[in-house]
């Protein structure tokens, strides 16, 4: 009997995040999620996540999560029975977060972030002058999905907001040595991939699907 894989990208991210993942189609089907729109700016991270488990359509499935969808699958699996969950690039609890989201959180300046420009990349991307710049500008097209201002603004909120102090039983963390935005040296237990960046869900897929495989099947 294959295992059901639900995958949840990261935020602003489009299911395309997981391409590179290499997983045996004998014993595992992927389930890719994609992002809800909140309900409005004040929806609870609760109450979103109970809404993303209504697209869970198995028992004791996987759910595999990066970045901030790391936080939400965790959400999630407060919710609905789960095999493993699986987080990449993420956090399991507040405590790892570096010191700087806390000064974020605590002055507003996340209120500064520019989502406009997000919002509206189709407009900006024309001065992306030069062949990097320009191939950087499509690889963001690619995988940057989600981008109305409500949500962008939801969800950095709700990152910088999460309120979980324990680490959940059942959670394998795997992590970049070289993550800038959720720097190693804060996580702890986690499995580490050498020179993983926040983005190795990408650049490392492979190591990823093996280290995946490797942990359920243990």
């Not at 991307?125 to 989600?146: D, I, N, P, Q």
Request: net charge positive.
């Amino acid at each position: 009997m294959k295992t059901h894989i639900y995958c949840m990208p990261g935020l602003a991210a489009s299911p395309a995040i997981f391409d590179n993942l290499t997983l045996d189609k004998d014993l595992y089907k992927i389930h890719y999620l994609k992002w809800l729109p909140p309900l409005a700016l004040e929806e609870s991270l609760a109450n979103y996540a109970m809404r993303m488990t209504q697209e869970i359509k198995h028992k004791n499935v996987v759910l595999l999560g990066v970045s901030f969808g790391g936080i939400i699958v965790q959400e999630m699996s407060k919710y609905i029975e789960t095999k493993k969950v699986i987080i990449v690039s993420s956090v399991k609890s507040h405590e790892e977060y570096p010191k700087r989201f806390a000064l974020a959180s605590a002055t507003g300046l996340y209120k500064l972030f520019p989502t406009s420009l997000v919002a509206n990349f189709e407009d900006y991307k024309k001065f992306f002058l030069g062949s990097h710049l320009k191939k950087r500008a499509k690889l963001y097209e690619k995988y940057l999905s989600e981008r109305s201002e409500t949500y962008l603004k939801w969800s950095i909120y709700n990152v910088l907001h999460w309120e979980q102090n324990n680490t959940q039983d059942n959670v394998i963390h795997i992590h970049g040595s070289d993550d800038k935005v959720f720097p190693i040296k804060y996580i702890k237990n986690a499995i580490t991939v050498n020179k993983g960046t926040h983005i190795m869900i990408v650049t490392k897929g492979k190591k990823i699907s093996e280290i995946i495989h490797k942990s359920l099947t243990a």
